[in-house]
Each structure stands twice: as structure tokens, then as C-alpha cells.
């Protein structure tokens, strides 16, 4: 490996361990989506605890799950691809110079390819706990009990919340794999290209987290409901 080679795996790290303790920072200043949508969900599960007829948050948690189950499959299915041309002998790897893949010895092109299968490996893992945690959270929605107390509700509603708010985190999380997967796939063309694609996905998901239209409207739905909890309480 040369410097750049080095330095752009650096980078890569720095980007890949870096980007939730700066999500957390840009939390605490202006919001972030991610932590704007924790209460959202909140108020969602609370709500849910104030119907009489649930099917509407089941099914909408169902489909959750099906997104889920659709990502972890489509996930494995790449892990399964990279996995046979990893393991796959020199004749499958001598297949990446047809479509301009820097020339380099066997055994970078393996590391970068093994780069990429950790990416997909832990995008997975994040998948299973989220489809896991996501029919823990269905269970409690038909477990829900006809309560008459206020006070009754609002704490099933929270737990189930606490239920719920890590299983979608970890849906993020497993979606975030995608775009490290593929700024680790641009190392396959050459150091330069592995450091120009971490830079533009983690300043996309920075983007998306912090100032996308759609963290606007989600941080204006949220200091909405939050106001109406307040006047309620």
C-alpha cells in the first residue's frame, strides 16, 4: 500500500467510527434527524396506547419490517457476490482490470474487496437486531392493554418507544452501510477515488441528517408535538 493508500483508509475510519459521535454533537446544538424522529416515534407509541383499534399501527410497523427484511436480503445477496470473487481464486479477481480497477498486487485488491464485505457484514448484523427489535415492538402494540389510566398509557407507550426508537436506529444504521460500501467500493479504482467517496457520502448523510428538507420538516412536526405534550401535561 502506498501513503495515499494509507491515508485514505485513515480517512475511511475516521469517517466511518466518526460520523455518530457527530450526529450526537449536531443533536445537541441544532438537531438531527435521526434524534428528531425519537420523538416523533414517541409520541406515535403514545398515541397508539389512546386507540381503541390498533390494526393502523400494526400495519404500519408491519411494513417496517418488511423494508427491513427486503434490505437484510438484498444485503446478503451482495455479501454472497463480493464474497465469491474475494474467495473466488486469481481468474475472478483478474476480472476487475476489464472495467478500469487500479492495477495493483493480489493481495491490496483482496483488503479492498474485504473492505467492502465488512461494510455489507455489519450492515447486515444491524438489520437481523432491527427486524428483531421491530417484532418485539409488534408484540407490545397487541399486548397493549385496554388501560383507563392516563398515566397508565403514557408509560406503556414509552416503553414500547424504547422498544421501537433502537430498532429503527439500527435500520438507519444498517441503510448507512450502504453508502460506506460503496465509497469503499471506489477504492477499487485507485486512493483518490476511496478518499473522494467517504468525503461525498459523509457529507450526503451529514447533509440528509442536518439540513435535507425532509430534517426540516420532521424538526418543525417535532417542536409541534412537543409543544402539545407540554399543554397537555
Known amino acids: 500500500m502506498t501513503t495515499i493508500d494509507w491515508l485514505g483508509l485513515a480517512l475511511f475510519l ?7 459521535p457527530l450526529l450526537s454533537l449536531l443533536a445537541h446544538r441544532s438537531g438531527s434527524l435521526n434524534t428528531d424522529m425519537l420523538t416523533v416515534r414517541h409520541a406515535w407509541m403514545t398515541a397508539m396506547t389512546h386507540r381503541e383499534i390498533r390494526l393502523l399501527d400494526s400495519q404500519l410497523l ?11 436480503s438484498s444485503n446478503l445477496l451482495l455479501i454472497a457476490g ?6 473466488g481464486g486469481d481468474q475472478a479477481l483478474k476480472g476487475f482490470s476489464a472495467v478500469g480497477a487500479e492495477a495493483v ?18 450492515g447486515l448484523l ?6 428483531r427489535q ?14 383507563h389510566s392516563e398515566a397508565d398509557k403514557v408509560a406503556f407507550g414509552e416503553a414500547t418507544a424504547q422498544v421501537l426508537n433502537p ?13 460506506f460500501a460503496l465509497a469503499a467500493a471506489a477504492w477499487l479504482f485507485g486512493p483518490v477515488w476511496l478518499c473522494a467517496g467517504v468525503l461525498s457520502a459523509f457529507a450526503l448523510l451529514v447533509w440528509r441528517q442536518s439540513a435535507s428538507p425532509a430534517a426540516r420538516a420532521i424538526r418543525t412536526a417535532r417542536r ?10
Open 82 to 87: 463480493v464474497a465469491g470473487i474475494l474467495f
Open 167 to 179: 430498532a429503527l436506529s439500527a435500520f438507519s444504521q444498517g441503510v448507512r452501510g450502504y453508502y
Open 105 to 122: 498486487p493480489v493481495g491490496l485488491l483482496e483488503a479492498k474487496l474485504g473492505l467492502v464485505l465488512l461494510c455489507l457484514a455489519r
Open 126 to 131: 444491524d438489520f437481523i437486531w432491527s427486524i
Open 14 to 20: 475516521m469517517c466511518w467510527l466518526g460520523y455518530g
Open 224 to 233: 409541534l408535538l412537543e409543544v402539545n405534550r407540554e399543554r397537555g401535561a
Open 134 to 147: 421491530m417484532n418485539y415492538a409488534l408484540a407490545l402494540i397487541g399486548a397493549a392493554p385496554e388501560v
Open 62 to 72: 408491519g411494513h417496517s419490517i418488511n423494508s427491513g427484511s427486503f434490505f437484510a
